[in-house]
């Protein structure tokens, strides 16, 4: 389970439970997710893109 990484990593469970309950998608993004992005800017379809911030974060830090 992906939320086992984060206790396994030193996180307490308050903080984890926290960032969950205050993302707007209420779960934590998996690894493929973020590859998929990671992937995306680091082939040519991201091209034209210059000086963009991605957020991938479940909407985090527009809350």
Do not use: C, H, W
Request: zero cysteines; aromatic letters at 12%.
């Amino acid at each position: 389970k992906l939320k086992d990484i984060f206790f396994l990593s030193g996180m307490e469970d308050e903080i984890v439970t926290g960032f969950i309950e205050n993302t707007p998608l209420s779960r934590i993004g998996a690894p493929s997710e973020i590859a998929a992005v990671a992937a995306f800017l680091a082939s040519d379809d991201s091209s034209f893109m210059t000086g963009s911030e991605v957020f991938v974060d479940g909407g985090y830090a527009q809350v």
